[in-house]
């Protein structure tokens, strides 16, 4: 009995804050666009009861994903963000990674210190630290400002409203989510391990290579799919930081809500990205689960 | 779904009632004089709660999602039409508007085109979609004779060529872009056909690798800062960055023109949402709004011309002498106004845009 209850608490989570959302967008990405409060037909009318239910079900269509299909503008967004999370966590990583390591290695009295440190920027409001980027990087910005003083350009670098930009706000975006986990895989290593691979006759960096990156393989892919995941779906950062070649399907998600008033065709591509996306999460589910196992 | 909503408008309603005396204003950024805020409050009574928003199209989601919870909301003329047919908004009730007697016949005759007889609307400021330069800039990458009033600067991709380096920014609003492109090629701007405005395509596509961002409020600031050298924009807006460059005193010099080729004329007009929490009190704002020297004072401050006749003699000269700002009789009828697309139109509009600004 307690049990059941227990188990029931994350379900009805899911059920609420998921599922139940998920058959509202499901439900619009089938109806048809109206002008009108709320913008698609049919509205189920509950007061005709089974008749008004079955004459509702009969206006429901696939023809908004069939649209889909018919303009490459969607397969493109889809595929330039799937190409910017994709670079964005190769670059996130190699960043990370050595950042996590030295944490790792620190001296145990530094490490809460350094994870403060890691932690402290969220203390600020993401909005506000992309706003940071844009007076950064702007023509006239700070970092403009400094290079030229220095002598090493001689015409300010155009980096706001390009790609550049996105993905330096990204990868700084998302970053503590790589160093995090990876962070957590390392400290729990066994420095002995290390010992007996030296002592084997290893060199250092081989120990590395065959020791320590498969130990913390776990926190590496836990981080991986932290920041692929947001990146792909990613609205805020390209359309502040970004230029208008930069096209993701966030961006295109917005058009079609607010410029086409299409809440419909809206409703189809995030479904479509959720279908996408649910592959690299089911991965990440396994992969956690299979952590568990080991350790438990 | 049906009951969710009607859940979630009772809560509206209790929460209403438990606020009687507040009014919810969601005006555009950057647009009022703030001190007018406090002296509603002072004058009479109401508890003002004042958001602000920066694109007719977010103002337009949060109106037909229904349940906004605003009392007071400003759509531009195009918006507000296909709102009032979505159901969006309620009639005014005059006698409730006793200061609309102030409101210049000139600007209601037009606004009417958007809201027959003004039924749900009074105007709240109204200007013109044009060309904000930074003159020293301009200037010294295309000589002292320069088109700065001309459609010539930003749609001759020779012209632009020139002025990428210096960066320009244009609108991001196909609805501003493609009549102005239109004009530029002897089209008529407000043109409803596809195959017309597909012709916009290539005018716009051919300057594009110039642009450096499309952005409808960002250009303010980059103007005035010396960002940009140019930027499409609203009269209002880019006046706003010419007197901050000008406080700021660093230099730069930002001039407005509606191209001479002719110009889009916009009106913001106030209106009360059908499901507005205290419609009252938005009346009492509205009425406010329309007192001429509460009027004077907003124009005094976001450099706009109003809708509001009596309101002149109260604006410094600064304001009502600007012919950027209250265009002279040759320029106001040069001036031309558009109509809302179709929701297929639309469509075909969007994607128009969206391959101009991202080339796919």
Redesign the interface.
């Known amino acids: 009995m307690r049990r059941a209850a227990l188990i029931a608490v994350p379900y009805f989570w899911l059920l609420a804050l998921f599922l139940v959302p998920f058959l509202?967008v499901m439900?619009i990405s089938l109806s048809d666009?109206a002008?009108?409060?709320?913008?698609y037909t049919p509205?189920?009318?509950?007061a005709e009861g089974w008749n008004g239910l079955k004459t509702f079900l009969s206006e429901l269509d696939f023809e908004n994903f069939v649209f889909l299909t018919t303009?490459?503008?969607y397969w493109?967004?889809y595929l330039s963000s799937f190409k910017i999370a994709l670079i964005s966590t190769s670059l996130a990583l190699l960043i990370g990674y050595p950042i996590a390591y030295s944490m790792a290695r620190a001296a145990p009295e530094w490490r809460p210190t350094l994870l403060m440190l890691i932690i402290l920027p969220f203390w600020t409001s993401f909005l506000i630290r992309v706003y940071a980027w844009m007076g950064i990087l702007?023509?006239?910005g700070l970092l403009n400002q400094f290079l030229l003083w220095t002598g090493i350009i001689s015409e300010p670098l155009?980096i706001l409203?390009t790609n550049t930009a996105v993905y330096i706000g990204i990868v700084y975006t998302y970053l503590p989510f790589m160093i995090l986990p990876i962070y957590s895989a390392l400290e729990k290593m066994d420095d002995s391990l290390l010992e007996a691979a030296e002592d084997l006759g290893c060199s250092r960096t081989s120990a590395f290579w065959l020791v320590t990156i498969p130990l913390s393989k776990t926190g590496i892919i836990a981080g991986c799919f932290l920041v692929f995941i947001p990146t792909l779906g990613e609205f805020v950062i390209p359309s502040l930081l970004g230029?208008?070649?930069?096209?993701m399907i966030g961006k295109?998600l917005w058009?079609e809500?607010?410029?086409?008033?299409?809440w419909p065709v809206a409703s189809a591509v995030a479904i479509i990205l959720l279908l996408i996306l649910i592959i690299p999460i089911i991965l990440f589910q396994r992969n956690e689960q299979k952590q568990r196992e080991m350790e438990g | 779904m049906k009951n969710l909503m009607l859940a979630s408008a009772t809560l509206a309603l209790v929460a209403a009632s438990a606020h009687a005396n507040e009014v919810r204003v969601y005006n555009w950024s950057d647009y009022i004089d703030e001190a007018l805020l406090e002296k509603f409050e002072a004058d009479t009574g109401i508890k003002l709660i004042y958001d602000v928003f920066d694109s007719n199209e977010l103002l337009e989601t949060k109106m037909l999602a229904g349940g906004s919870g605003y009392d007071v909301v400003v759509p531009s003329g195009t918006f507000l039409q296909r709102q009032i047919t979505a159901g969006a908004f309620q009639k005014l009730d005059m006698s409730k508007l006793p200061n609309i007697v102030n409101m210049w016949d000139v600007v209601s005759a037009r606004t009417e085109q958007y809201d027959p007889d003004n039924a749900y609307s009074i105007n709240y400021m109204w200007g013109t979609t044009g060309i904000g330069v930074n003159l020293g800039k301009v200037k010294e990458a295309l000589g002292e004779d320069a088109p700065i009033d001309s459609l010539e600067l930003i749609l001759n991709p020779d012209n632009m060529a020139k002025l990428a380096e210096c960066g320009v920014h244009m609108l991001d609003a196909p609805a501003e872009m493609i009549p102005m492109a239109l004009k530029y090629i002897g089209e008529n701007p407000d043109s409803q056909d596809p195959d017309v405005i597909a012709k916009a395509e290539p005018v716009l596509s051919a300057v594009r690798p110039y642009i450096q961002k499309f952005h409808s409020s960002e250009y303010i600031n980059a103007l005035a800062n010396g960002d940009i050298c140019v930027a499409i924009g609203w009269s209002g807006d880019i006046l706003q960055a010419r007197d901050r460059a000008a406080e700021a005193d660093n230099g730069v010099e930002i001039a407005y023109h509606a191209a001479k080729e002719g110009a889009q004329m916009w009106f913001d007009q106030m209106a009360i949402p059908v499901d507005a929490p205290n419609p009252d009190a938005a009346h009492v704002f509205l009425n406010f709004i329309m007192d001429a020297q509460n009027m004077a004072a907003a124009s005094n401050y976001v450099y706009y011309a109003n809708g509001n006749e009596a309101s002149k003699e109260f604006l410094v000269e600064d304001v009502i002498g600007d012919t950027a700002i209250y265009p002279d009789e040759a320029t106001l009828n040069n001036l031309f106004t558009t109509s809302p697309y179709a929701p297929k139109v639309q469509r075909v509009v969007t994607r128009l845009w969206t391959k101009i600004k991202s080339g796919t």
């Open positions: 509202i439900k666009g002008l009108a409060i709320p913008p509205q189920l009318d509950i303009d490459d503008l493109k967004a702007a023509n006239e155009t409203n230029g208008s070649q930069t096209l295109v058009e809500f607010f410029n086409n008033r299409d």
